[in-house]
């Protein structure tokens, strides 16, 4: 059954056939991939001004605080203000570098919407879908397997702060077919249709998505959410703040709280064993949330990040132009991100639902079946510059010093998803009647035997 089931994801990966390239940048750099900054660039200075002024107010603000507003802020916020992604950009994601990436994560929606009992209702939902790429992909995915979702019906739902991204990703996904709403009350603040006619909507916040079955994708997402960031001393754990340098008047620099501060009381683990932490409390209530919404309404979620199961210390950093940046230098012209931590995250989802990961990219592409895919694209593809591109791209997402053992796959699934089938008794199982659970692509390894 289980190599039977392993075929099935194995065919429809073969069977996303796409004529195009798969390549979207050659050689463009990750947020992981970046050499140090030499440089010092032009400040932005409307958000160092606004950040003095609430300093000089209110005294040193958390690092969490600080990383909201430069990167959140409504008015002056990096991702409110920026196209940050591409080669022209900051910093390059995934979903970037090649179609393929998008494309295998379509399958594993489509899987796990299989594994689910093929509900007549999915909601796609993505958090932060930057350019929209990623979805472009996966709605492709979707209308090539469409006799496969049968009749179900099938709509996206995209949670976006960003206005400047969300009309690039409207003008990508929906042909400019959008709408903002008239108020800006309204939770979905704009919606439009994709060229194959599947509605799409723009939230601000998870919570506003409708209640349904749903299959959530978060992509380099949760390093953009604030951090909190604490270090152990003599007197006990204190929060690391932002205030204004006293010898430099327009330099921030960080200072550490000389008493706890409501954070540092309530968010280190007790049995903590590191010196210094960074806790993403808002990562962990969206966590929450969403594992609230996986246990009533049933579905799944994929989060893909850099990061870590609990064992790193100091990985807040900045990017500006694929360069690393001082975090506190010309606040609001560039990256700020840090590592996600995954055992946070599976503590915050708690025990309502099932945690698979984190695994490798490279374990998970290579378990979706990107070297087949791989290999499809390459039979059809004879001129040379594009197999070359096809070859880096797919070095850069699953080599093990690039992106393939720096970025790790997390899911969190409804706990009937694994459970084994219950035994009747008194009766003779019947294998056809009484399957063992569709294997979860991507956490386990393809097979065709
Ligand atoms: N997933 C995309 C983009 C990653 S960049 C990719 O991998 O290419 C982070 C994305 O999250 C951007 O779209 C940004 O605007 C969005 N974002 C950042 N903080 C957010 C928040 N608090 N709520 C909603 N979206 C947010």
């Known amino acids: 059954m289980r190599a039977f089931l392993c075929l099935k994801t194995q065919q429809l990966v073969i069977?996303?056939?796409?004529?195009?390239?798969?390549?979207?940048?050659?050689?463009?750099?990750?947020?992981?991939?970046?050499?140090?900054?030499?440089?010092?660039?032009?400040?932005?200075?409307?958000?160092?001004?606004?950040?003095?002024?609430?300093?000089?107010?209110?005294?040193?603000?958390?690092?969490?605080?600080?990383?909201?507003?430069?990167?959140?802020?409504?008015?002056?916020?990096?991702?409110?203000?920026?196209?940050?992604?591409?080669?022209?950009?900051?910093?390059?994601?995934?979903?970037?570098?090649?179609?393929?990436?998008?494309?295998?994560?379509?399958?594993?929606?489509?899987?796990?919407?299989?594994?689910?009992?093929?509900?007549?209702?999915?909601?796609?939902?993505?958090?932060?879908?930057?350019?929209?790429?990623?979805?472009?992909?996966?709605?492709?995915?979707?209308?090539?397997?469409?006799?496969?979702?049968?009749?179900?019906?099938v709509s996206l739902h995209l949670v976006e702060v960003s206005p400047a991204l969300s009309l690039l990703q409207a003008q990508n996904l929906t042909r400019s077919c959008s709408q903002e709403a008239d108020s800006e009350d309204e939770p979905v603040y704009r919606r439009g249709e994709t060229a194959a006619g599947l509605p799409v909507s723009w939230y601000r916040r998870l919570d506003d998505v409708p209640a349904g079955f749903s299959i959530f994708v978060a992509h380099e997402f949760f390093d953009a959410l604030p951090i909190h960031k604490f270090q152990r001393t003599q007197k006990g754990w204190r929060e690391v703040m932002v205030d204004i340098d006293p010898d430099k008047p327009d330099k921030l620099r960080f200072v550490v709280a000389p008493s706890p501060t409501l954070a540092s009381s309530t968010l280190v683990q007790a049995d903590e064993r590191r010196d210094h932490v960074e806790v993403c409390a808002e990562g962990g209530v969206i966590v929450q949330q969403l594992s609230k919404r996986i246990t009533e309404e049933g579905g799944a979620t994929l989060i893909a990040d850099y990061g870590h199961d609990g064992t790193k210390t100091d990985t807040f950093r900045g990017f500006k132009g694929h360069q690393l940046h001082d975090v506190l230098s010309s606040p609001g012209s560039a990256d700020l991100t840090a590592d996600v931590d995954f055992s946070y995250l599976r503590r915050m989802a708690g025990g309502g639902v099932a945690c698979l990961g984190p695994v490798s990219q490279r374990t998970f592409l290579k378990n979706m079946g990107i070297d087949t895919r791989m290999q499809v694209l390459l039979r059809s593809c004879v001129d040379p510059t594009t197999r070359k591109q096809l070859i880096s791209s797919y070095d850069m997402l699953t080599?093990?010093?690039?992106?393939?053992?720096?970025?790790?796959?997390?899911?969190?699934?409804?706990?009937?998803?694994?459970?084994?089938?219950?035994?009747?008794?008194?009766?003779?199982?019947?294998?056809?009647?009484?399957?063992?659970?569709?294997?979860?692509?991507?956490?386990?390894?393809?097979?065709?035997?």
């Open 399 to 449: 080599n093990p010093i690039k992106m393939g053992e720096r970025f790790h796959f997390f899911s969190l699934l409804h706990h009937s998803r694994l459970a084994k089938p219950k035994k009747t008794e008194g009766l003779k199982l019947d294998k056809k009647k009484s399957p063992a659970p569709l294997p979860v692509a991507g956490f386990t390894e393809l097979s065709i035997s």
């Open 15 to 153: 069977r996303v056939l796409s004529p195009s390239a798969a390549v979207r940048w050659g050689a463009a750099q990750s947020r992981f991939l970046c050499s140090s900054s030499p440089e010092e660039s032009k400040s932005r200075p409307s958000m160092l001004r606004h950040l003095t002024t609430k300093l000089k107010a209110t005294g040193p603000i958390t690092v969490a605080e600080y990383m909201r507003e430069v990167l959140t802020n409504p008015v002056t916020g990096y991702y409110v203000r920026n196209n940050m992604l591409g080669p022209d950009g900051d910093f390059i994601t995934s979903p970037e570098i090649s179609q393929i990436f998008g494309e295998l994560l379509g399958v594993w929606i489509i899987s796990e919407w299989m594994g689910a009992g093929r509900p007549k209702q999915l909601q796609l939902v993505e958090l932060g879908p930057g350019k929209g790429s990623l979805a472009g992909d996966v709605l492709r995915v979707l209308s090539q397997l469409r006799s496969v979702l049968g009749e179900a019906s």
